[in-house]
């Protein structure tokens, strides 16, 4: 926000040295330099931006990844559990007849 602000103060003053009158030369060099600051501002933000999806996607491989393996692990409890109830109903039918 404070780029911001004072990318706005410099636009601003360069303006108002426009509007001001002055020699051509100067008002083109300072709008000149006005443009290379906004662009370097956007370039900046530009690359925060590309950083924080970088980073956004990489939290969500983390997150697949820890639901798959949690999935995994309750697939296998599962299956553990089914195989622990399908031998106790063999064994009752065997201790049944």
Known sequence: MKKVIALSALLALGALGMACGGD???NNAAANANRAV?????????AANQAA???ANAA??????A??????????TNRAANATTNT???SNANTNK
């Open 53 to 55: 999806n970088i980073a």
């Open 60 to 65: 969500n491989a983390m997150a697949n990844a």
């Open 38 to 46: 906004a662009n370097a501002l956007n370039q900046a933000a530009n």
């Open 67 to 76: 639901n798959s393996a949690s999935n995994a692990m309750a697939n296998a």
């Open 88 to 90: 106790n109903a063999h």
């Open 24 to 26: 051509t030369a100067t």
